[in-house]
């Protein structure tokens, strides 16, 4: 198949990744929850051989990661786990999950079942990491972020950016504390939690 493509993910990858990269050298092993396309797997793998890369998604989205997979060079990045966020995840307890660009697109139920399998399966000690766009004071950052929020409701009503006072307190009943909030490129953020 032709692999699936974001172009999001290609501008984004290099930001996260000089981001990421310090606070992941003293971890082994990371969980990507919502692998997408795969992009962002096979780059960060190949970026950081220090660690396994875990791929997830649902079911749907295994063969485009896989196809990333095929051509990757990376030995360290693993094929996808079948992760619904309405189901129980096929993992015990991991050192970091990631995900990127998945807080808007899931309902906000889902968003409150990713912090419960979070709550269950983050190590103590273990990072969270989170890339998208967030709402501050109720409030959109930039007038694309306000006219994104309107196409994603056309997609799907119960979508949308999350407020960042909401996520934090998310997490914060998960068991973390936020370390960092980065300001990224095209008015995104990565925010950055510890258990």
């Known amino acids: 198949m032709n692999k699936p493509f974001s172009q999001a993910c290609e501008n984004n990858k290099t930001p996260i990744l000089s981001v990421l990269k310090p ?17 962002h797997a096979v780059y960060f793998a190949e970026s950081m051989p220090h660690l396994v890369w875990q791929t997830s998604d649902r079911l749907c ?12 060079s990376a030995s ?39 912090f419960v399998g979070v709550a269950q399966h983050l190590a103590n000690g273990g990072l969270l990491c989170i890339y998208g ?38 997490a ?5 504390k936020l370390l960092q909030d980065h300001k990224m490129p095209a008015n995104n953020r990565l925010l950055l939690f510890k258990r």
């Open 23 to 39: 606070y992941l050298e003293q971890y082994d092993y990371v969980l990507e929850v919502g692998s997408g396309t795969g992009q």
């Open 61 to 72: 989205n295994h063969e485009g990661i896989e196809a990333w997979l095929v051509e990757s």
């Open 76 to 114: 360290n990045v693993r094929k996808p786990l079948s992760l619904d966020l309405n189901q129980p995840w096929p993992v015990q307890q991991v050192p970091v999950i990631f995900t990127a660009n998945t807080l808007h697109i899931v309902s906000k139920a889902l968003v409150e079942k990713l």
């Open 133 to 170: 766009p967030f709402n501050y004071d109720g409030a959109f950052t930039s007038a694309s972020n306000a006219a994104f929020d309107s196409f994603l409701k056309t997609q799907d009503s119960q979508s949308g950016i999350r407020d960042i006072e909401w996520v934090c307190a998310k």
């Open 172 to 176: 914060q009943q998960a068991g973390l």
